[in-house]
């Protein structure tokens, strides 16, 4: 049936692809990342799963996202539910989860507490933000743009923006166009 995928989300051979097609070793993804070696080892070969902070440092270190490492995690199906428990987050850590697996023609991720507010995300094509519960202030265009619960924040390609959660347990809903999107580090954190 379309509801096969029962078992948890594994981005090891995700993170071990992108790093063997840029010929990197353990070592220099270790120091790109601040990560060990053994720890990136383990996330390889399925023996650890990272937090979404580690998976985001991992993602910047192979010069790609979190969200495109997951979306190589799993392959593309016609049909697909994902479970609502499908990323475990660390204590104390926000939590993030793709809402759509595979390769497809968008992406779909929920971020349910803080964010990193230090972190900017410019996407090629355009994306739509969603406050499902809680309350965010979005920086866009030099403007702040504040969203309560129902809320949505359309964007072009192209816009650099960032955004925090100003409420606890806020959850947010990102819905991009696929193909190519980039986070790049604020220099101001």
Not at 85 to 109: C, K, W, Y
Request: net charge negative; proline share 4%.
């Amino acid at each position: 049936m379309g509801d096969h995928k029962e078992q948890p989300l594994r981005v090891g051979a995700a993170v071990r692809r992108r790093r063997r097609a840029l010929e990197l070793t353990l070592a220099v993804v270790a120091e790109r990342s601040g990560l060990s070696v053994p720890f990136l080892s383990q996330v390889e070969n399925e023996r650890a799963r990272p937090s979404r902070r580690s998976l985001e440092k991992v993602a910047d270190a192979l010069r790609t996202t979190a969200v495109e490492l997951l979306a190589e995690a799993d392959p593309a199906c016609s049909v697909d539910v994902v479970r609502a428990d499908t990323l475990e987050p660390a204590p104390d850590e926000p939590r993030v989860r793709s809402l759509v697996r595979g390769h497809q023609q968008l992406h779909a991720m929920e971020f349910i507490g803080d964010h990193d507010a230090g972190r900017e995300f410019q996407h090629r094509n355009d994306e739509l933000m969603y406050v499902a519960d809680g309350a965010v202030e979005i920086e866009a265009e030099g403007r702040a743009h504040r969203l309560g619960r129902g809320d949505t924040l359309y964007l072009t390609g192209g816009v650099r923006h960032r955004w925090r959660a100003t409420v606890p347990d806020t959850r947010v809903i990102v819905v991009a166009v696929a193909e190519h999107i980039e986070a790049v580090q604020d220099g101001r954190r």
